[in-house]
Structure formats: C-alpha cells, structure tokens
C-alpha cells in the first residue's frame, strides 16, 4: 500500500502477511480522495476511521494535514501496527481496539468524516444498523459526511441520509449527510 498524497505522498508500507485485512485498492483510494479534494479541506477536518484495517484511509486523511484521526479495529494487531507506523511518520492517528458497534454505541464524539470499511461479508443489516447508529448518536457533525466502503452487490441506496455512491473496480462508496 502506499500514500498517494499529501507530506508522504509516494511512501510505501508494508503491513504484517497475518493481519485479518481487505485494505482498500490504491486505485479505489484515488478515486474517493479525488472526490473529497473537492468538497473539503482536509486541514481543517477531523476524521473517525472504522474497520481501519492497516490503517491505509487513516494515513491518507494524516498525511493530507487532518489534525485528528482516529482509527478504530477489533484486531490487536492492526491497531499495534497502525499505532506503530502513526509513531513512526509522526502523524496525528490514536488507534483504539474496540469493536466498531461497541464503540458507536458510546456516542461521545463527532466527526467530519467518519469512513467505514467493514468486512465485505457483513450482513446487510448490520451495515444499516451501523448507518443509522451513527447518525442517531449524533456521531456526524451537522455539514458532515459519512462513506462506507462496500462490495457492489450490496445497494444503500434506500438507506435514510444516503446522497450518492462510486464505484470502482469491485469496491462500492456510498455516501451519506444529514438531511437537509
């Protein structure tokens, strides 16, 4: 994986054979980060990262400046080696290990951008769920935006709040405000 943008634009890293992981396509990642370099400053944002992974989306949002990331995964391992690399490239992730429903349940912070990449075979209703949990604990804030990565069998479409979805190669994001 690699950083497409940003201070370490280009950098290459390498995560652990034996991490649990789907990260996402770089040629995904580029797409999306074309969208949101239209529609934000990513300065001036602050960013939740679920389902982190290896923490691919989290560098990319740290690297282009946002001030506050932070990255949350169920795995140990992900979350040692994201809190590893963030130590390493001085950036400004905290990475917790929590499971993604618990910690939403716990509604004490809001967000810019929360990203969402959870495993491809999730039940559809729990990513729903996860959808509308979010936004009923007030986990965006108000001009925020919400972006679940998803395979392109599954449809959100009909979900509350839903705007738009991308698609590239097998990877889905669709995307998700408050309403007007």
């Known amino acids: 994986m690699r950083i497409i943008s ?3 634009k280009g950098k290459r890293l390498t995560a652990p054979k034996t991490l649990p992981v789907r990260p996402t396509t770089d040629f ?3 797409g999306l980060f074309n969208i949101l370099h239209h529609r934000i400053d990513f300065e001036e944002v602050t960013v939740l990262d679920l ?3 290896t923490g691919n989306i989290a560098y990319e949002f740290a690297s282009r400046g946002s001030r506050e990331v932070m990255a949350v995964d169920n795995d140990f391992g992900c979350v040692k080696f994201i809190k590893k690399t963030a130590m390493e490239l001085d950036l400004p992730i905290e990475a917790v290990k929590l499971d993604v429903f618990k910690y939403i349940s716990t509604g004490n912070s809001s ?3 929360i990203f969402a990449d959870p495993p491809y075979a999730i039940d559809t209703s729990l990513l729903k769920e996860l959808i509308e949990n979010i936004f009923l604990c007030n986990w965006l804030k108000e001009d925020g935006l919400l972006i679940i990565e998803h395979p392109k069998q599954v449809v959100l479409s009909e979900v509350t709040h839903f705007t738009e979805s991308r698609k590239y190669g097998s990877s889905v994001f669709s995307f ?3 309403s007007e």
Request: proline share 0%; charged share 25%.
């Open 6 to 8: 940003g201070i370490y």
């Open 28 to 30: 995904a990642k580029e």
């Open 51 to 53: 389902f982190s992974g």
């Open 111 to 113: 967000y810019d951008i």
């Open 176 to 178: 998700f405000r408050h």
